[in-house]
T-cell receptor, first 112, second 114 residues
Framework: GNSVTQMEGPVTLSEEAFLTINCTYT??????LFWYVQYPGEGLQLLLK?????DKGSNKGFEATYRKETTSFHLEKGSVQVSDSAVYFC???????????FGKGTTLSVSS | EAQVTQNPRYLITVTGKKLTVTCSQN?????MSWYRQDPGLGLRQIYY???????DKGDVPEGYKVSRKEKRNFPLILESPSPNQTSLYFC?????????????FGSGTQLSVL
């Protein structure tokens, strides 16, 4: 069935550093791919999504490109801020559309 | 404001004492779901509902019950809680079932079972 694997953290960066969080997927067909973010003490919220191959999702300076050839959806940001400190989840729906499947999450900590 | 509301935010209880975590959405969403989040295990689906009176098991349904009598509400019931149900719980909803839908999450309920 569909699944997603993402690098586990924690990832610790200084402000203005470049961020990459790796995510690879296994899927039947080409489902939409998502990145969700969980700030401390809050629920998850959608950060960005891409609906088909070669699509680039972007939001708040974060970007991710749906790569069919490498089955990847890596999250990147050119210059992180302290306020980006959070847990990031890569996700896709299962084939039946009944459950959103998440990676285990990557904790990002940014210091000033 | 469009939102998913869960209550309570924090709950401490003892083994065997029945409890209910409420979940309500104001977006007229068809699909609702419960997840639990545990360190090292990520988020796992407990139950989901496609519409009123239509519910089904997720990956970890043991020890939980749900009901969907109204479209907006999807309570999670623990009839006899045990310590292994200590976890962070999230309710979520979307307009329809996947594969392209955005899920909206509640703020979470931190449950401790002593």
């Amino acid at each position: 069935g569909n699944s997603v694997t993402q690098m586990e953290g924690p990832v610790t960066l200084s402000e203005e550093a470049f961020l990459t969080i790796n995510c690879t997927y296994t899927a039947t067909g080409y489902p939409s791919l998502f990145w969700y973010v969980q700030y401390p003490g809050e629920g998850l919220q959608l950060l960005l999504k891409a609906t088909k191959a070669d699509d680039k999702g972007s939001n708040k300076g974060f970007e991710a490109t749906y790569r069919k050839e490498t089955t990847s959806f890596h999250l990147e940001k050119g210059s992180v801020q302290v306020s980006d400190s959070a847990v990031y989840f890569c996700a896709l729906w299962n084939q039946a559309g009944t459950a959103l499947i998440f990676g285990k999450g990557t904790t990002l900590s940014v210091s000033s | 404001e469009a939102q998913v509301t869960q209550n309570p935010r924090y709950l401490i209880t003892v083994t065997g004492k029945k409890l209910t975590v409420t979940c309500s959405q104001n977006m007229n969403h068809e699909y609702m779901s419960w997840y639990r989040q545990d360190p090292g295990l990520g988020l796992r689906q407990i139950y989901y509902s496609m519409n009123v009176e239509v519910t089904d098991k997720g990956d970890v349904p043991e020890g939980y019950k749900v009901s969907r009598k109204e479209k907006r509400n999807f309570p999670l019931i623990l009839e006899s809680p045990s310590p292994n149900q200590t976890s962070l719980y999230f309710c979520a909803s979307s307009l329809n079932r996947g594969v392209n839908e955005k899920l909206f999450f509640g703020s979470g309920t931190q449950l401790s079972v002593l």
